[in-house]
Nanobody, 118 residues
Framework: QVQLVESGGGLVQPGGSLRLSCAAS????????MGWYRQAPGKQRELVATITPRGTTMYVDSVEGRFSISRDNTKNMVYLQMNSLKPEDTAVYYCKVVRGEIRTYAYWGQGTQVTVSS
């Protein structure tokens, strides 16, 4: 059974930091590239960061230099370190398999809310 459980969100002030975590189960974690998506109110979900099984990362321009995605293949965990947060980063953040086991592509967790506000 595929499960993706995001945690670590919260309310932070502009310029602050948060570290999001995603616990994955029911997947062959180390064959899958993982990604973090976010969805702001009234907007579609957007992919903001990806990481390959061996740790190669990519970021959308809007978070480049501020966010860092990482993973621990021994724990089936993926993380998103978010620094220098801006109000426009406010969204629900989701982790997801973005490449690898096709059977897992349709699965989403419930997400974790990140609110950046003064």
């Amino acid at each position: 059974q595929v499960q993706l459980v995001e945690s670590g969100g919260g309310l932070v002030q502009p310029g602050g930091s948060l570290r999001l975590s995603c616990a994955a189960s029911g997947i062959v974690f180390d064959v899958n590239s993982m990604g973090w998506y976010r969805q702001a109110p009234g907007k579609q979900r957007e992919l903001v960061a990806t990481i390959t099984p061996r740790g190669t990362t990519m970021y959308v321009d809007s978070v480049e230099g501020r966010f860092s995605i990482s993973r621990d293949n021994t724990k089936n965990m993926v993380y998103l370190q978010m620094n220098s947060l801006k109000p426009e980063d406010t969204a629900v953040y989701y982790c997801k398999v973005v490449r690898g086991e096709i059977r897992t592509y349709a699965y989403w967790g419930q997400g974790t809310q990140v609110t950046v506000s003064s």
